[in-house]
Each structure stands twice: as structure tokens, then as C-alpha cells.
């Protein structure tokens, strides 16, 4: 079992719809929670970045850590064509460890 | 914030051949990491290069066949030795500039090499 599981995709959605990515996880130490996102032939970016449960908001973007469930979520509002990327799911244990990478889910945001 | 280049940005190269790639940082970093992205793959951590010390690497990888250097705080190389078609990948530098903080990383574009 993937220490990160996360859907490659692909995954479609028209301009302005509200998009939901998540991972799944299998070791409960996890305590950092990051999102990144890489565009084609570009390295990734850091998107969000949350400690342990909870919610966090920035602009369009939300990213949500259910540590009871193992799950993370990252949710994008009013989606435009530029979001279209791969997003990557991390975790560490510390903020000082190793990152844990998903696969990816790509991701398409029809005009 | 830090911006990296790496170079080359892509490479073919033949079996049994080896390539070095390098790694230029902005600013002055201490933690810079070097990643192995594979189709459809999750990132890889190759290995940990901290200026002043001996690379670490991960499970899986050894020095013999990506030796690392890290001369300063802004430069670093990978070198993909005895390379095989398994070697084909992007490879992408990443530096902390948070000292002590791994969560926030910057990554250079990537060196997507091929091997025939």
C-alpha cells in the first residue's frame, strides 16, 4: 500500500465550476499537509500548506485535513482554464522532515 | 522566495553514458534536494545536499550511481552515472529557503533526460 494515494485523473470540469482533489493516507503521524501544483513541463508550486486538521483559505482556494479519516482535500472555486495543471498532494511528519509526494491528478478546465 | 535554473532542461543521451546536471539557486540556501519524477509516478527524493557535508541519500539510490555535489550555497550537481533506459525521468532540483522548514519547497523546471 502507497503511503499517498491520490486519483491520477485525468479529470475534466467546465470554466467556473467548483473542483474537488483529494488524497487519501495510510500513517496517522502525518502532521504537515501541503498542495502543489505543476503545470506542463514546469516544476511544481506551492499552493497551500496546513498543520494537522482543520481548514485553510486562500483566495480561490480551500484546503481541508480530515486526520481522522486520512484524508485531504483541496477545493477550487469559480475554476478558470489557467488552473488546468497537475496537482500534487504532500505530507512530512515534521516541518523539518522529508515530503511525502501523491502521484498527481491531472487536472482540465474547459473554456 | 528563490528561483532556480537547471540545465540541461533536456537531454537524450546513449546507454553507458553518464550526464551532469546542474542546479543554480538565486540566494544562498542550505537545504537543497534533488528529485526523481517519473511518468505518472509520485516525486522521488533522490537524495538531501547540504553545503559543508556528505549528500544523504534515500532507500534505493546510492552515491555510486548519483553522485551529488555541493560546492557552495547557490550551486549544486547531479550526476546520472552508467546510465540505462530505466534512467529516462525528469529530474528537479528543489531548495528550503526556510531554514528547517521542508513544507515549503521551490523546484526548479526539471532536466527531462532520455536514455536509448
Known amino acids: 500500500q502507497k503511503e499517498v494515494e491520490q486519483d491520477p485523473g485525468p479529470l475534466s470540469v467546465p470554466e467556473g465550476a467548483i473542483v474537488s482533489l483529494n488524497c487519501t493516507y495510510s500513517n496517522s503521524a502525518f502532521q504537515y499537509f501541503m498542495w502543489y501544483r505543476q503545470y506542463s513541463r514546469k516544476g511544481p508550486e506551492l499552493l497551500m500548506y496546513t498543520y494537522s486538521s482543520g481548514n485553510k483559505e486562500d483566495g480561490r482556494f480551500t484546503a481541508q485535513v480530515d486526520k481522522s479519516s486520512k484524508y485531504i482535500s483541496l477545493f477550487i472555486r469559480d475554476s478558470q482554464p489557467s488552473d488546468s495543471a497537475t496537482y500534487l498532494c504532500a505530507m512530512s511528519f515534521t516541518s523539518a522532515s522529508k515530503i511525502i509526494f501523491g502521484s498527481g491528478t491531472r487536472l482540465s478546465i474547459r473554456p | 522566495s528563490a528561483v532556480i535554473s537547471q540545465k540541461p532542461s533536456r537531454d537524450i543521451c546513449q546507454r553507458g553514458t553518464s550526464l551532469t546536471i546542474q542546479c543554480q539557486v538565486d540566494s544562498q540556501v542550505t537545504m537543497m534536494f534533488w528529485y526523481r519524477q517519473q511518468p505518472g509516478q509520485s516525486l522521488t527524493l533522490i537524495a538531501t545536499?547540504?553545503?559543508?557535508?556528505?549528500?544523504?541519500?534515500e532507500s534505493g539510490f546510492v552515491i555510486d550511481k548519483f553522485p551529488i555535489s555541493r560546492p557552495n550555497l547557490t550551486f549544486s550537481t547531479l550526476t546520472v552515472s552508467n546510465m540505462s533506459p530505466e534512467d529516462s525521468s525528469i529530474y528537479l532540483c528543489s531548495v528550503a529557503p526556510h531554514s528547517g522548514d521542508t513544507g515549503e519547497l521551490f523546484f526548479g523546471e526539471g532536466s527531462r533526460l532520455t536514455v536509448l
Open positions: 545536499a547540504n553545503q559543508g557535508s556528505e549528500a544523504t541519500y
